[in-house]
């Protein structure tokens, strides 16, 4: 029934860790997004794929790795996490990637790295 | 200068109220912008879109653009207590590359007093 879903909701680990977090849409969209949204709230484009191919990939650490094995679904993988990488994780999708795409986000996974 | 800014608030009005946000862009060549609302714990949503110069109107919320003065508003009418969230503006940018991608602003947490 829901349109963006993602898992976990929370996850909390070790330094040093590494982990996933697993996303699909059911909305029947080309395109998904991972955004990261730290304490203050600001939310930022991580990566960015289209019909599986990665369209956009942000200055991020290349311990982050995304992957898409169907346009339905994205798959963000965290190696090694740090401190800073703590912070609520969005995934998203739109219709495409035109200029006036709307987007549907996921309800987020909390991430803390202790 | 960052690419959206937004007053952080709190905005607090007194319920039955006009709430006014308020949002800078510095892309010119942007052209679609959104607002989203984000209640505490939950993920954004989209509630207003506006692509062209002048206001737009959806209910009790008014988008208002001026891209000469690269400016986008959102106006609540008759606040409600229930309307207490963070709104997000959100702007698509190009950013001098090949794919569009939507950036946020850091959001203003609108405080509604019964």
């Known amino acids: 029934d829901t349109a963006v879903s993602q898992t976990p909701k929370y996850l909390v680990t070790q330094m040093g860790n590494d982990k996933s977090i697993k996303c699909e849409q059911n909305?029947?969209?080309?395109?998904m997004y991972w955004y990261k949204q730290d304490s203050k709230k600001f939310l930022k484009i991580m990566f960015s794929y289209n019909n599986k191919e990665l369209i956009i990939n942000e200055t991020v650490p290349n311990r982050f790795s995304p992957k898409s094995p169907d346009k339905a679904h994205l798959n963000l993988h965290i190696n090694s996490l740090e401190l800073g990488d703590s912070a609520v994780y969005f995934c998203?999708?739109?219709?495409?990637?035109?200029?006036?795409?709307?987007?549907?986000f996921g309800s987020g996974t909390q991430l803390s790295v202790l | 200068q960052k690419e959206v800014e937004q007053n952080s608030g709190p905005l607090s009005v007194p319920e039955g109220a006009i709430a006014s946000l308020n949002c800078t862009y510095s892309d010119r060549g942007s052209q679609s912008f959104f607002w989203y609302r984000q209640y505490s714990g939950k993920s954004p949503e989209l509630i207003m879109f506006?692509?062209s110069n002048g206001d737009k109107e959806d209910g009790r919320f008014t988008a208002q653009l001026n891209k000469a003065s690269q400016y986008v508003s959102l106006l609540i009418r008759d606040s409600q207590p229930s309307d207490s969230a963070t709104y997000l503006c959100?702007?698509?940018?190009w950013g001098g590359g090949a794919t569009n991608k939507l950036i946020f602003g850091t959001g203003t947490l609108l405080a509604v007093q019964p």
């Open positions: 506006i692509y």
């Open positions: 998203a999708s739109s219709l495409g990637t035109g200029n006036n795409e709307k987007l549907f």
């Open positions: 959100a702007v698509n940018s």
């Open positions: 909305l029947g969209h080309d395109t």
